[in-house]
Every structure is written in C-alpha cells, then in structure tokens.
C-alpha cells in the first residue's frame, strides 16, 4: 500500500528565502507526481504534474524534483514571498489503481 | 485546464439530515472523484463517479452513507446521508483525464451540529 510522507509538517520563514519542502513515498512504481497548493478552507490548486518518465518541472518560482528510485521528490520555491503561505501537499498515483495518495502536507508561513 | 464549479460552498446541517453537494465541470472529463478531507488531515479518496453506472467506493466508505451520481461526463453529486458531527470535513470534486493532472473544487466545508 502507497503511503506517503511530507517534511517538515510546518515551516516558518522570513520573506525572500529560498526554502525546499520535501515528499517521500514507498511504491516507487508510480505514474505520476503531482503538487498541490491548499489554502485554509478552501480547495487545491495544481502548481506542477511530473510523469514517472520526467526528472523535473518548473513553472516561475518553484522548482519541482523527482527520483523515482529513492522515492523522493522536492519541491523547491525560489525568493518566497507571504502570498506563498498555504499548505503544500503532494500527491502520488500509482500505476496499478490510478488513484491519488496524498502526503500529510506542510504547512507554510512566510513573514514580511 | 478544468473549471470546476462545487454547490454549496459551505453548510452547516442538523444531524441526521442528509445534504448533497454539486460538482459540475466546465467541460467533458473522463474521470471525477470525490474526497473528504477531516479537519487537520489529508485528502482520503471517498470513490470514484463513473459515468452511467454505480461509483466505485475505497474501503471504509459505502454507498448507503455516501451515495453518488454521475448521469453524463460534466456532473456529478455526492450525498452525505444521515450525517453525524463525525461527517464535518470539507469534500471536494476533483476531475481529470488519462495522463493529465488533477483538477479540484473549492470543496464544500460542512458542519454537522
């Protein structure tokens, strides 16, 4: 059974740092890698998609990284900024049900 | 990308009752599903609506409590049905199809008093 894990679950930081959330899971047979954006009460907004074949995807300031054999992907976000506050989760489907398993999430809070 | 558009956006409803909620796609998609998310948790996969025949629940949930539709490929409802204070979560409509990423609802945040 996929599980998967996110690091840290919280994460404080002052504007303009560049900060890296991480993902683990443990079925390395994945189809794809897909982050997500959750701000409080509200739905998930897709920020980057990673197909099993891809090393990496980026889209303005994040930076999203992928190793399928270790289980790992990063989530790299470049200068933050305090609209970048939200919980970040990411989202793994497998080959075999083609469903989505989500991480715990890490929520994010960056100061001006 | 797809638009999605889920009714109502919140609710607060007697136990017992039964509340549905709307999720309807701006265009056709192959596959929608519904998740629940309980307050400080993840996202849990509640089923999958297919189009034109019963969903498909994971373990833990069934359709007595958790009936769904799905009469064509842009809409579907997901019922909570004879709710209790332990079904106050958010549920949201997610779509997508073969290969591409997955689209989200703003979710519905209910709360059962």
């Known amino acids: 059974k996929q599980e998967v894990t996110q690091i840290p679950a919280a994460l404080s930081v002052p504007e303009g740092e560049n900060l890296v959330l991480n993902c683990s899971f443990t079925?390395?047979?994945?189809?794809?890698l897909q982050w997500f954006r959750q701000d409080p009460g509200k739905g998930l907004t897709s920020l980057l998609l990673i197909q099993s074949s891809q090393r990496e995807q980026t889209s303005g300031r994040l930076n999203a990284s992928l190793d399928k054999s270790s289980g790992r992907s990063t989530l790299y976000i470049a200068a933050s900024q305090p609209g970048d506050s939200a919980t970040y989760l990411c989202a793994v489907k497998d080959t075999g049900f083609q469903k989505l398993v989500f991480g715990t999430g890490t929520r994010l809070l960056v100061s001006p | 990308s797809a638009v999605i558009s889920q009714k109502p956006s919140r609710d607060i409803c007697q136990r017992g009752t039964s509340l549905t909620i709307q999720c309807q796609v701006d265009?056709?998609?192959?596959?929608m599903f519904w998740y629940r998310q309980q307050p400080g948790q993840s996202l849990t996969l509640i089923a999958t609506a297919n189009q034109g025949s019963e969903a498909t629940y994971e373990s833990g949930f069934v359709i007595d409590k958790f009936p769904i539709s799905r009469p064509n490929l842009t809409f579907s409802t997901l019922t909570v049905s004879n709710m209790s204070p332990e079904d106050s979560s958010i549920y949201l409509c997610?779509?997508?199809?073969?290969?591409?990423?997955?689209?989200f609802g703003q979710g519905t945040r209910l709360t059962v008093v």
């Open positions: 265009s056709q998609v192959t596959m």
């Open positions: 079925d390395s047979a994945i189809y794809n």
């Open positions: 997610s779509v997508e199809d073969i290969g591409t990423q997955a689209f």
